[in-house]
């Protein structure tokens, strides 16, 4: 039992301070909790494109991209796929296999886990949620790109900018 309770402590302490503030010192400084996320979870497990009851995932049908630089990709601003209590999961895969590189490029993704906890009224925690961060690649791209989605609440879904959509 004890161990039961000291895990629970230690996740509640990793979700308190899953956001850290970096700041950086000299011209051009700013503050921001987007430049370097606490991000929990393991990064080595790729993600599947298919739900294993259905066997397939149906990509949403987004309508376009995004004009919005810091929509997705920074945490602020996440992508919302809603679902939280029946399909969130879904949804984020969803999502993400909708989306594809700059010139069409089929995607990878991996979840790389969960940082920045916010207040929101369909969070399952006391009214809080934690957003997901997944590293989006593809082929030719030198540097992944960090894709911060939430599964609590609903938004219009667009492709962050430099993105694409699979054709439908």
Same mark, same amino acid.
Do not use: L, M, W
């Given at each position: 039992m004890k161990h039961y309770l000291y895990l629970l402590y230690l996740s509640a302490g990793l979700a308190m301070t899953a956001c850290a503030t970096s700041k950086t010192a000299g011209r051009g400084s700013r503050t921001t909790t987007? %430049? %370097?996320?606490?991000?929990?979870?393991?990064?080595?497990?790729?993600?599947?494109?298919?739900?294993?009851a259905r066997r397939t995932v149906?990509?949403?049908?987004?309508?376009?991209?995004? #004009?919005? %630089? #810091?929509?997705?990709? #920074?945490?602020?601003?996440?992508?919302?796929?809603?679902? %939280?209590?029946t399909d969130g999961v879904r949804n984020q895969q969803r999502y993400l296999n909708a989306l594809r590189g700059p010139q069409g490029e089929e995607i990878s993704y991996r979840r790389r886990g969960s940082c920045c906890p916010f207040k929101t009224p369909n969070g399952l925690i006391e009214g809080m949620g934690m957003l997901d961060a997944y590293e989006i690649t593809w082929a030719g791209n030198d540097k992944p790109v960090l894709l911060y989605l939430n599964f609590y609440d609903e938004g219009p879904l667009h492709a962050p900018v430099g993105l694409t959509l699979a054709q439908p």
């Open positions: 987007d %430049a %370097a996320p606490r991000i929990t979870g393991s990064n080595n497990i790729p993600q599947s494109y298919y739900d294993n149906e990509p949403f049908r987004v309508a376009d991209v995004s #004009t919005d %630089a #810091t929509y997705g990709v #920074t945490q602020k601003n996440p992508v919302c796929v809603g679902g %939280a209590t």
